[in-house]
């Protein structure tokens, strides 16, 4: 067997390009924002994760401009070597006061941050015990440690109850989750896996890529909505959402970052974050604790959404968040109707097993800001007619 036939038997791509159905590598020809060109037609987006609109704010964008004057394009090196900016100890630094904990630590990436993180901090005859339905980057992260990983039903607390009791209370163990599942919109149960890893000795790390800028009075995301920010060890979250550019972070005790930033291989050995990418998170950053407006119409857009959906007789799901899933079913039923909303004028994404369970394929949907009332009516509209056609609703 030659190492390349997996990719010569590959087809199933193919088949759905043959199809006319194939959703994915769209190219831009403009801006993330709320309204973008596609194949050269004008799109209403609402497959993005720009929650807060700050993708195409002048003040960020000049930022970026701003910091390529000064310091260029990249940093030539890593952080633990040559790489590291004064902007970068700068951004660490607002980071951790605004996350309120002792210290922050910036990566390349969101998905290096959970890989770096999980597998430096959990070694052999320790535990990591994770959500079902966590990020791939988290599950990544679990092959890369050492330590044994166990997973419990997705937000299932009794669950989580009993592989802590069969992990037992004098082991290290860190407890990973999403504070916003993905794909689902549903916020994680962290009262209740607070009051457990209390109980059993655990560590908390929250994966908050989705929560920080649209959850909490702050924007700080699920501890702060729980009220429960002294409660969790590790806040983990991303710049490629709410801060409008790239990279992500890890918050927490002094002790804990000073540790990973000597041990962590995804750090020392990647390039850091270019001087725009900072500049802009800075920017952004700034603008999150300035403008709470933002988050507030986020909000309103998000409840006018579920109940859109609702009342036309779409299957949501759990959703509690801007993340708003309509479940379609079929794999191939929601390429189709992927298809028929892009032709008219709609950007979502569709999901699929394995991102999400076999027969519960769905529509992506998420929603910024900077949406308006007119753009969620339309969106809404096109929805009715789709679903209808589709017979996923009556």
């Known amino acids: 067997m030659d190492l390349f036939d997996k990719c010569k038997n590959f087809t199933t791509a193919k088949e759905v390009m043959a199809m006319g159905l194939y959703p994915y590598f769209h190219p831009l020809s403009s801006g993330q924002d709320t309204g973008v060109v596609i194949d050269g037609l004008p799109m209403i987006m609402i497959g993005s994760n720009n929650y807060l609109g700050l993708t195409s704010h002048p003040e960020v964008k000049k930022a970026a401009i701003e910091a390529v004057e000064k310091y260029g394009s990249g940093c030539s090196g890593s952080r633990f070597l040559n790489g590291t900016l004064d902007i970068h100890v700068e951004l660490e630094e607002k980071l951790a006061k605004f996350m309120h904990k002792e210290a922050a630590l910036v990566y390349s990436t969101g998905f290096q941050t959970n890989l770096g993180t999980i597998s430096t901090l959990v070694g052999k005859r320790e535990y990591i015990i994770t959500d079902r339905a966590n990020h791939a980057s988290i599950f990544d992260g679990c092959r890369l440690a050492f330590g044994e990983t166990v997973k419990f039903k997705h937000n299932n607390m009794a669950d989580l109850k009993r592989v802590l009791s069969v992990c037992g209370r ?225």
């Open 170 to 394: 004098n082991t290290g163990k860190l407890i990973v989750v999403d504070g916003v599942f993905s794909m689902e919109g549903e916020i994680v149960n962290l009262p209740e896996i607070v009051d457990l890893a209390k109980k059993y000795k655990a560590r908390i790390m929250v994966d908050d890529a989705h929560g920080i800028g649209v959850l909490g009075e702050g924007g700080r995301g699920t501890a702060e909505h729980f009220g429960l920010e002294d409660g969790v060890d590790i806040v983990m979250g991303t710049f490629s959402k709410s801060f409008a550019s790239l990279g992500g972070f890890i918050a927490a005790k002094e002790e804990v970052i000073h540790f990973v930033k000597h041990f962590s291989r995804e750090l020392i050995f990647s390039a850091s974050m270019p001087p725009a990418a900072v500049a802009a998170t800075i920017k952004a950053l700034e603008i999150i604790q300035r403008e709470p407006e933002r988050r507030k119409r986020l909000w309103e857009i998000t409840h006018k959404m579920h109940k859109g959906y609702r009342d036309l007789g779409f299957d949501i799901g759990h959703t509690q968040t801007p993340v708003i899933p309509i479940i379609i079913g079929e794999d191939l039923k929601t390429f189709q109707f992927w298809k028929m909303l892009f032709e008219n004028g709609i950007f979502a994404n569709p999901i699929i097993s394995p991102a999400v369970p076999k027969g519960r394929a769905l529509i992506r949907t998420s929603y910024t800001a900077t949406h308006t009332d007119e753009q969620m009516d339309k969106v809404l509209e096109v929805f009715a007619c789709v679903g209808k056609k589709m017979g996923v609703i009556k």
